[in-house]
């Protein structure tokens, strides 16, 4: 079996981790080649490596054979526009990080010659019923701010439909994003744990000990991952600033990139400047090494996001791998791991995040039991796993691909009709096909 | 070449009479040609869409060109077509009448129509409409140029001219009824003289009977049930003194049969492209019942002006190159 792999290849993208360490596993099991739009940084791989462009990639990918084209699509343009118009012209499976796709939608329709007129009012109309046409025609009327500068707006309107037209499946890292997604979408849907990967778990056996050394006396505190508004980092350091026992007990490290010119990293930094007595660093991006090191020499993860915007969380696979406790909100993706395998505390309760951070702290026992639990989930759960249970999903949506062109033909005709969608066809397409389709 | 005519038809209804008389002539002319009848009933007006969606989805296997006749049928996909729009979306959508409607979903179930039929004619190699009248509505409707190719009778040799000795037939679509009341106003200015014979369904005989009588016109205009076929039309034609059309389109092909009966055309409303029907020359064109009186008189009164009408008519059928050779050359183009 011969699979095309689009992604991101570049060491500074998570799913080009993810994507180096699947295709590794998946090219014991098939013959793999990976095709990125990524031309410089890229990560190493024992596979075929091919970089395109948007021209000329049509003459190579179709004569070439591939039995299935999986396309990993996230909501960063620079990473997945190119993807994305690949995906659009030669249809495939779509594994999607993300559950919130406007900012990647909205940039490759924004480059459209026509720009983000009415076309994207129709879009939001047809994914998200008259409110979604409401705000968009009110952004294009230029009487409000555009959906993708509100994380809450984003949520609600998150386009991850739209980003599956003309898609054979589609791959999501979480039940309740696979199970909504269903209810919007007529082709196979599947939801896969993001693995944690086994050269991870090697680095963290490596280099963790039962428990780490305290630095200074105080208990290690780090969170992972890009620095945006829906992690909240600046609402731990506030949590800390209101609690100076816990705060002396404490040092509290936010890793991860971040753009400098953020109105959040201003926010974020604005509230480290006012609290200068605590021990907080913000360190930025580090290499893999550094990470390792870093998480190695954890106690706790926060890992407090809300709203959800990805399908999984890749530093959540990563720090469940280290056999650490993880404290986290109850939602998303999150909300699906086991019980005892994380402190969870409900989503957007920030209270009850505090008292849960205190007691984890209190509690070394409590830490150990949550850290192993994690870590014999992570074990279970590695990219040989996922690539299997990828395969098995392939050939389920290959068998249901006819009827998947067809109902997209159908589609684009009544779109030519500029049929109604108040009209009963629509109820017997949908009858029909959710028959044949039943995942 | 070979040939697939696309025609649609209400089941147990229509006969498809052009379809299929259009194959035979196509063979005649050393093509294949197949008659592909798809059924198309509108009893209820929010299925039109998914009968336009079924058509659609259809492949058409094997045939070199397609030729469209009908709508819907002629939304059935084909690289290469040719449409003779005999029955236009909106023709169809008149038919549906009260079915369709001005409601919200009536003007969707419209929209639809007129989307999936503009996008059709606009990728057909050449487009041809009946007559003056509907091509001028497929310019206005859906923005596309069709050219006039008028369709002759199924046997254009049974139309023959016994005699002017009988009065003025009036004839039209089954469907025509306003035009059948305007019939009666114009027999109603017209002397006393005036001999009309009218045809319409069994169903409206009553009516159009006491509406006569109202109008004072009863023992003046014989009303008869409408003629079951070509057949039954040529024999009330054959001894009639002129045609009264009750078709809307005066080109249609009400007229063209009169001219084959060698019989000059009285149309009250607009003339056509002035190819057929033309003031003084193969009938007459009026706008008013008053003038269509006048015109009546004149038909009754003058045997020898009704016979230059009808000799006018027919030159024009002649000029017009209305003829199943004439419709096989500009198809198979």
């Known amino acids: ?31 793999v080649e990976l095709w990125t739009p990524t031309a410089v940084d890229l990560r190493p791989s024992e596979l075929p490596v091919i970089q395109f462009g948007a021209a000329g990639t049509e003459a190579a990918l179709q004569p070439a054979g591939y039995d299935h084209v999986i396309y990993n699509i996230g909501n960063y343009w620079p990473f997945h526009g190119e993807i994305h118009a690949v995906m659009e012209r030669h249809p495939g499976t779509v594994i999607l990080h993300d559950r919130v796709l406007h900012h990647l939608l909205a940039e ?26 409401r705000v968009a025609s009110e952004f294009v009327a230029g009487t409000r701010a555009p959906v993708w500068e509100s994380d809450e707006e984003v949520a609600r309107y998150p386009l991850d439909a739209a980003a599956l037209q003309g898609a054979l499946g589609a791959v999501t890292h979480s039940s309740e994003h696979a199970a909504s997604l ?132 890749a530093s959540l696979a990563r720090e469940i791998a280290f056999g650490r406790a993880v404290l986290c909100f109850d939602g998303g993706c999150f909300a699906e791991l086991p019980e005892q395998t994380v402190a ?39 990219e040989l796993s996922y690539a299997r249970a990828l395969l098995a999903f392939l050939e389920r949506s290959r068998a249901e691909s006819p009827a998947l062109a067809l109902l997209d033909r159908i589609g684009a005709e ?26 | 070449m070979r040939l697939a005519v696309l025609d649609s038809h209400a089941p147990f209804a229509d006969r498809l009479l052009a379809g299929r008389r259009l194959c035979e002539a196509l063979r005649e002319h050393g093509h294949e040609a197949v008659h592909v009848g798809l059924p198309f009933a509108v ?40 449409l003779w729009a005999l029955r236009t979306g909106e023709r169809a959508l008149g038919e549906a009448g009260a079915l369709v409607g001005g409601g919200s979903i009536g003007r969707s179930v419209r929209r639809s129509v007129f ?60 469907w025509a009824a306003p035009q059948r009341e305007r019939v009666l106003a114009a027999v109603a200015q017209a002397h006393r003289a005036v001999r009309v014979t009218m045809a319409a369904p069994q169903a409206a005989l009553g009516d159009l009977r006491v509406l006569a009588d109202r109008l004072g016109v009863a023992d003046r205009v014989e009303i008869v049930p409408q003629p079951a076929g070509e057949a039954e039309r040529a024999q009330l034609l054959a001894p009639a003194r002129a045609l009264f059309t009750l078709d809307p389109d005066p080109d249609g092909p009400f007229t063209i049969e009169a001219f084959h009966a060698r019989k000059g055309v009285l149309v009250l409303g607009e003339a056509g492209d002035g190819t057929l029907v033309r003031d003084g020359v193969s009938g007459r064109v009026v706008s008013s019942p008053e003038a269509a009186g006048a015109a009546l008189d004149e038909l009754t009164e003058d045997a020898a002006a009704a016979e230059r009408y009808g000799a006018g008519g027919y030159s024009a059928l002649h000029d017009g190159h209305v003829s199943w050779p004439s419709v096989v050359a500009a198809l198979t183009r």
């Open chain 2, 43 to 82: 009893d209820s007006a929010e299925r039109i869409v998914d009968q336009m969606l079924a058509m659609r989805l259809l492949h058409l296997e094997r045939a070199e060109r397609a030729i469209g006749l009908r709508f819907p049928a002629y939304l059935v996909p084909h690289e290469h077509t040719v």
């Open chain 1, 108 to 133: 490759i329709w924004r480059r459209e010659p026509q720009g983000l007129g009415t076309g994207y009012v129709e879009r939001m109309r047809t994914y998200h019923g008259e409110a979604g046409a």
């Open chain 1, 414 to 439: 009544l779109g030519a009709m500029e049929a109604d969608p108040r009209l009963p066809v629509y109820d017997t397409i949908a009858s029909d096909f959710g028959r044949a389709l039943e995942f």
């Open chain 1, 182 to 313: 269903r209810r919007r979408w007529l082709g196979p849907v599947c939801a896969l744990f993001l693995p944690s990967y086994v050269a991870v778990l090697e680095a963290a056996a490596a280099t963790s000990t039962q428990q780490p050394s305290p630095r200074e006396g105080r208990l290690q505190l780090t969170s992972l991952g890009h620095v945006t508004p829906n992690k909240h980092a600046e609402r731990v350091v506030r949590m800390l600033a209101e609690d100076p026992e816990l705060a002396a007990r404490v040092t509290f490290t936010i890793v991860g990139p971040y753009e400098e010119d953020s109105a959040y990293v201003a926010e974020l930094r604005a509230v480290l400047e006012s609290n200068p007595h605590l021990n907080v660093e913000l360190v930025g991006w580090v290499d893999e090494q550094e990470l390792d090191r870093l998480m190695a020499a954890t106690d706790v993860f926060v890992n407090l996001r809300d709203p959800v915007m990805e399908s999984a969380s």
């Open chain 1, 1 to 31: 079996m011969r699979i095309a792999w689009f992604t991101p290849y570049s060491t500074r993208s998570a799913i080009g981790e993810f994507s180096q360490h699947v295709t590794a596993a998946l090219a014991t099991l098939a013959d």
């Open chain 1, 344 to 382: 969870r505390v409900p989503a957007g309760d920030f209270a009850a995040a505090a008292a849960e951070l205190r007691r984890l702290v209190d509690d070394p026992d409590r830490r150990l039991r949550l850290g192993a639990a994690a870590r014999r989930l992570a074990s279970e759960r590695t």
């Open chain 2, 115 to 174: 989307a999936a039929e503009r996008t059709r004619l606009h990728a057909a190699r050449t487009v041809y409409a009946p007559s003056a009248g509907v091509a001028t509505g497929l310019q206005r409707r859906v923005g596309c140029s069709a050219e006039v190719l008028h369709p002759p009778p199924d046997d254009p040799g049974r139309f023959h001219c016994e005699s002017y000795a009988n009065g003025v037939l009036a004839l039209g679509p089954s």
